[in-house]
């Protein structure tokens, strides 16, 4: 007996009642009595959002990046995500819900790693390949304290040539952006773009290569929003 799936299914396996017969498709067996034998079908899942290839910040503590992968099937199939031992970087990690958890460390600076996700639906799987690498350079980041509120420090020195310290902080962890502005608004130094545990923190801030005049900068946690003004003078 043969099965034939239809367009965008794939043949599964034989069953009989409760007990998979056989995944071999023709199938040849034997008829001594009624039997009602199936075929199951199904469709692929299918990735919906995929982890663009990127280099991780290294800083010289702990912190945590993520990403959050997710997926559909066109069955409705519950869906479970892994990650495959081969390549990932050492200490990442992915829950059967999507999220990719990886917090470098400084022995891994300047590394590459391939990692390798897959999303099941039970029966059928669908791999997703993305690479990572560990940035050349470590960022400072000093924990100092466990704060209750957020807040955006003055940076000091201010006026600085060309280094500087900014210091913020979070009563929770959340996903924290810290970025430089130049007068017109535009982006110029991203300085934090990671998930951070609850703390106050120290940034340095190397304005080098910036002409002189004055700069903004902008942190953002969770529905916080807080800039602060500085000035470059060499």
Request: avoid cysteine; glycine fraction near 6%; aromatic fraction near 14%.
């Amino acid at each position: 007996m043969t099965a034939t799936p239809f367009a965008d299914y794939k043949f599964i396996h034989w069953f009989e009642g409760n007990n998979i017969l056989s995944t071999n498709n023709p199938y040849t067996f034997s008829v001594n009595t009624s039997r009602n034998i199936l075929a199951r079908f199904d469709r692929p899942p299918k990735f919906d959002t995929r982890m663009p290839s990127q280099t991780v910040q290294v800083h010289n503590v702990p912190v945590k990046f993520s990403f959050l992968y997710k997926g559909s099937d066109p069955d409705n199939d519950a869906l479970i995500f892994s990650l495959l031992n081969d390549g990932k970087p050492e200490g990442s990690d992915i829950t059967i819900q999507g999220l990719f958890n990886w917090a470098p460390q400084t022995n891994q600076t300047g590394k590459q790693y391939k990692v390798k996700v897959v999303l099941s639906d039970g029966f059928l799987s669908v791999t997703d390949t993305t690479t990572l690498t560990a940035s050349n350079s470590i960022t400072s980041i000093e924990e100092l304290t466990k704060p209750k509120n957020y807040f955006l420090f003055q940076n000091f020195p201010n006026p600085f040539n060309p280094t500087s310290k900014i210091q913020f902080s979070i009563p929770k962890e959340e996903f924290v952006r810290l970025s430089v502005f130049n007068s017109i608004g535009q982006e110029v130094k991203v300085l934090v773009n990671q998930n951070l545990p609850t703390a106050t923190y120290s940034v340095d801030f190397n304005g080098s290569g910036l002409t002189n005049g004055i700069y903004f900068y902008k942190l953002q946690a969770g529905g916080f929003t807080q800039t602060k003004k500085m000035i470059l003078l060499k």
